[in-house]
Antibody
């Protein structure tokens, strides 16, 4: 069974940093593109970032480029999102999702910037 | 990276059909057959309902169908059921490795 479990969310002041993790199981993690998607409270989904299976290719939304860094450790089957320079508007539930179709999603982790 | 345009709400009675539109541009929806649709119930993670415009993942009822014409993609739900009541989001590849979502449509089953 495919499972994605996010962790690392919490409250942080503007300008602060946070690192999110997404632990994967039930599939060959190293062969899949992985995505981060966020959802502000009561708002819609917003694509954040994407990384290929071997970690050599990354892309970012304009709103986070230069502040957020996506990475992965295939030995640990874990995807990361390092978030620096956090702003109020980064407050959201952050989801990790598998593949470019985002066919499986985690339950999300809440990041509050205030 | 402007969001795709979806109607804020849609509704239908049980058994009826409803279509949700998703309008983008010639740089995203119109350029690629990489449109996906997601269903999200309150407090839950999104669920993939359609990918590559018309393909249904295993387990998604065939009451759900997708299409695209020009810069607009659509999701049709036929034979509406109470459990279809949820928020629906479209997403498209937008080139250069980036993606964009729609603003979401709240589907109400009357």
């Amino acid at each position: 069974e495919v499972q994605l479990v996010e962790s690392g969310g919490g409250s942080v002041q503007p300008g602060g940093s946070l690192r999110l993790s997404c632990a994967a199981s039930g599939f060959t993690f190293s062969t899949y593109w992985m995505h981060w998607v966020r959802q502000a409270p009561g708002k819609g989904l917003v694509w954040v970032s994407r990384m290929n299976g071997d970690g050599t290719t990354t892309t970012y939304a304009d709103s986070v480029r230069g502040r957020f860094t996506i990475s992965r450790d295939n030995a640990k089957r874990t995807l990361y999102l390092q978030m620096n320079g956090l702003r109020d508007e980064d407050t959201a539930v952050y989801y990790c999702a598998r593949s470019d179709w985002r066919d499986y999603w985690g339950q999300g982790t809440l990041v509050t910037v205030s | 990276q402007s969001a795709l345009t979806q109607p804020p709400s849609a509704s239908g009675s049980p058994g009826q059909s409803v279509t949700i539109s998703c309008t983008g541009t010639s740089s995203d929806v119109g350029a690629y057959n990489y449109v996906c649709w997601y269903q999200q119930h309150p407090g839950k993670a999104p669920k993939l309902m359609m990918y590559e415009v018309t393909k249904r993942p295993s387990g998604v009822p065939d009451r759900f169908s997708g299409s695209k014409s020009g810069n607009t993609a659509s999701l049709t739900v036929s034979g509406l059921q109470a459990e279809d009541e949820a928020d629906y989001y479209c997403s498209s590849y937008a080139g250069s490795g980036t993606y964009v979502f729609g603003g979401g449509t709240k589907l109400t089953v009357l």
